[in-house]
Each structure stands twice: as C-alpha cells, then as structure tokens.
C-alpha cells in the first residue's frame, strides 16, 4: 500500500512539473543588466494557484564556474501565463561565487559566455519543484576599443612615439581592463587586416594596462615608405574581450633624417617596466604626453640609487610636450640615471637612461 501511494505521489509530482513550464528571457548576445536575467514568462497549465519562488543559477559556460546564485520573494502563480521581472519578484537575495562582479541590482553582467538555470518551485506545505528551464547567452561590449593616434592612413614625417585610443565601453563591465598591441608590417598588396593575423609583428606587447603605449626609439625603427599595420585587442583579465579596427601609417619618404640627439626618452608611468634610452651629448631630449590640464611641473634626475642630480620646474600643457634638459657635469658617461618629472597632481612619469661612452 505504502508503494502505491509513493508511485501516486511521484505520477502527481510529474504530471504536475509538466503543466508549469518557464521561459527565460535574455538576448543571446549584447550588453545585458543584471535586472534582465528576471525578465521570465511562466505558463501555468493546471488549475490550481502557487505560492513560488525562482531560484538563479548563473555560470560561465567557459570555465563551468559558477558566478552567483539567487533566490526571489515568495510569489503568486495563478493559471495561465504570466510575465516576471525584477519588480514582481524583489526582494532578491544574491550570493556571489566570482569577484569582480557589481552588486547593484542594475549592475551590467561582466564580458563573458554564460549559462542560467533556473529552478521554480512552490513552497506552500513543502518544496515542490514545478519547472527548470536553461539559457545561454553571451556579453559583448557595446563598443571596442577604438584606435586614437596615430590616424589611420596617416603619412608621418617623425616616427611615432605613442599609440593611444579609447578604451572599449562601458568600462563597468569589466573586472580587469588589459590590453595586447600589435604593430606589423604590411607586406605589397596585402590587406591590412591580413597583415596583422599573418606577418611576424615589429612589436607587440601583453597585458598593458594604460591605454597608450609609449613607443621608445629603442624599439625597432620604422622604415620609410613602407605601410604598417596596429591593431588593440582587449581582454578582460586573461580573456578576451573586443578588438579595435586595424589601422595604417608609414613614414614619408621626405622625412629629415634623425641625427644628434634629436631621438627623444619618452616618460613612462610604470618604472618597473623601463627601457633604457642611450643619448649622445650631455642634453636630454625628452617627450611627455600631458593627459590633464596645463600645470607647473617639475622634472629632475636622480642616480639609480635615488639622490638627486639636477632638478627645474617647467610649465606643462595638455598633450604633447618637448623640451631640452642641459645635463650637469655629474653626469657620468656609460653610467644610468633616471629622468622623473612630477606633476601638480603627484603623479611621477619617468625613464632610465646613460651617455653613450
């Protein structure tokens, strides 16, 4: 007897999930709100009301790891069809697996590809599970990074010293913004777009974090009268996010030749990643590339153990600056120093560099 009232009970826990089905719904692809992943159509086929709540699983489809779960207020389910959203279902009580991911209820799903499962049951005498239903969809910025300077199908007459653009946005739906840059020869009649996937790179760096680069004459020259390629593509943290269109440039053929010390150290923000730039004389050229306001700033060189040379304050104004520094007698040829300059705001931006012996 006791039998035939459990296989009664499963035949009616049965019967009962297939009259109550659930549809999620979330654009497969694009830029998607938290608030979105409740917008849900419930389908009641049994006569009968439920007292419910609509649980949230939400992974990354990637890795299978899980980024939140959540669970709604109790709620009203009558026959028929009905149309959810985070206002019928609030209070809405989250639990986040994963960092990185806002806690506003309208917060923007970080970039990724992600699975939601959801689970809704009635919960008047006892849990009973009514419907599950799961649904893929993707992130993607609203806008890639797009490229700045230099201009695309530019004709230079001075090698480029920054590659700058503008970041992919909205920038809140990223964890940790980084950036790979490539710059590659175009080889004849070929697309530029092919150059970047196939040619060996002039340069490429990972995981900048500022969106320029500095370009030092360090690095690899550029030759005249030949195209290059640069392309950004971003990531969030170690994956991949957007990408920038690819762009060209070349040196005109007319260029004055580079002679002297007119190769200028590029400032750099992050010391811990500097080249050394090697000069000829005792002036030092340098190029700085202001991102706020005009201010008074100050600019001095110091050994590599941090006692300070030589030091003047100069007025700065917003983008690029070029300015001599005369080097003191102190200065000791094949030996490093460093060059920092320190703006109103206390931000330091500097370079390594020695006289050539």
């Known amino acids: 007897m006791k039998i035939f009232i459990l296989f009664i009970f499963i035949c009616f826990s049965f019967c009962l999930e297939a009259q109550v089905t659930l549809q999620p719904i979330i654009p497969p692809v694009g830029l998607i709100q938290k608030n979105q992943l409740w917008n ?105 990074p797009m490229l700045i300077s230099p201009g695309d199908s530019s004709i230079l007459d001075v090698a480029p010293t920054q590659f700058s653009w503008i970041p992919p946005t909205p920038s809140g739906m990223f964890k940790r913004l980084q950036y790979n840059v490539i710059i590659t020869p175009v080889s004849e009649g070929q697309k530029a777009a092919e150059a970047v996937q196939q040619n060996i790179p002039l340069y490429s760096e990972a995981n900048l974090i500022p969106n320029m680069l500095n370009y030092s004459p360090a690095y690899s020259s550029f ?79 110091y050994s590599t153990d941090k006692k300070l040379i030589q030091k003047k304050s100069l007025k700065v104004l917003y983008g690029d600056n070029f300015f001599s520094l005369k080097l003191k007698r102190k200065i000791q040829k094949g030996q490093l120093f460093i060059v920092e300059l320190t703006g109103e705001n206390g931000k330091k931006y500097s370079s390594m560099f020695s006289i050539n012996n």
């Open 40 to 144: 849900v159509v419930v389908i009641n086929g049994a006569n009968e009301t439920y007292n419910c709540k609509l649980a949230l699983v939400l992974k990354d489809r990637t890795t299978n790891a899980e980024v939140l779960t959540a669970t709604t207020a109790v709620f009203t389910l009558g026959t028929g069809s009905k149309q959810l959203n985070i206002n019928a279902l609030n209070p809405i009580q989250y639990n986040y697996s994963s960092q990185g991911y806002d806690n506003n209820i309208e917060g923007l799903i970080v970039v990724g590809n992600y699975i939601a499962c959801y689970n809704l049951t009635n919960v008047t005498d006892k849990v009973l599970n009514l419907a599950d239903e799961c649904v893929q969809f993707d992130v993607e910025p609203l806008s890639p």
């Open 223 to 301: 030759e005249k009268d030949k195209w290059y390629a640069w392309q950004i593509v971003a990531k969030d943290d170690n994956n991949y996010a957007a990408k920038s269109e690819v762009w060209v440039f070349k040196m005109s053929g007319n260029a004055p030749p580079a002679s002297g010390n007119n190769n200028y150290i590029s400032l750099n923000k992050r010391f811990n990643d500097q080249s050394i730039y090697y000069i000829n004389n005792d002036v030092l050229s340098i190029r700085y590339y202001c991102e706020e306001k005009d201010n008074i700033s100050t600019i001095a060189v």
